[in-house]
């Protein structure tokens, strides 16, 4: 469909928490939760690797009268790394990258994966922000993947906590 209809609620979810200021939202495919977080900030910066995908995305914001989203062809990692150096600061930011581990064998490689992305993500939200962060990789459990934002806020020097805790939608 192009559309991750699992993430409709956590679309929703997000937005909710979204007071204004610049987000950022890593790996946004078709525009989910940029789209939905565009109505309560400012702006967002919405940034994929697939030109398809971001092709896609100006279409579900055009046609939904949204202007207030920039879009960027980027290796995620890349960018956050230059964005932190550049001490870039969001209110928001949403880390929504695909599965890092397709097979209990890639689980320790996955979880390296989340831990730098989450510590990136924590150097670039601002005091008081949010940073959504998801995981769809199966192998992956909550205890690990919060360890691996644990380790991350630990080696950021900040302190999170959890507001929520979700799931794909039914």
Partial sequence: ?????????????AARYAKGGRALDCFTSS???ALHLAPRVESVEAVD?????LEIARGNAAAN?????????ADVFD?????????????????????????????EGALRGYKELNLRGLKMVRPGGL????????HVG????EGAVA??????LRRVVELERRVAAP
């Fill in 1 to 13: 469909t192009g559309i991750f209809l699992d993430q409709r609620e956590n679309y929703l979810a």
């Fill in 31 to 33: 525009g989910g939760f």
């Fill in 49 to 53: 690797s697939s030109a398809a995908s």
């Fill in 65 to 73: 009268g949204i202007a207030n989203v920039e879009w960027k062809e």
């Fill in 79 to 107: 960018l956050l790394a230059g964005y932190a150096g550049a001490r870039r600061k969001f209110s928001l930011i949403v880390l929504d990258p695909p599965a890092f581990a397709k097979t209990k064998r890639a689980v």
């Fill in 131 to 138: 940073l959504v962060t998801c995981s769809c990789s199966h």
């Fill in 142 to 145: 909550w205890a690990d993947l």
């Fill in 151 to 156: 380790a991350a806020a630990a080696d950021a």
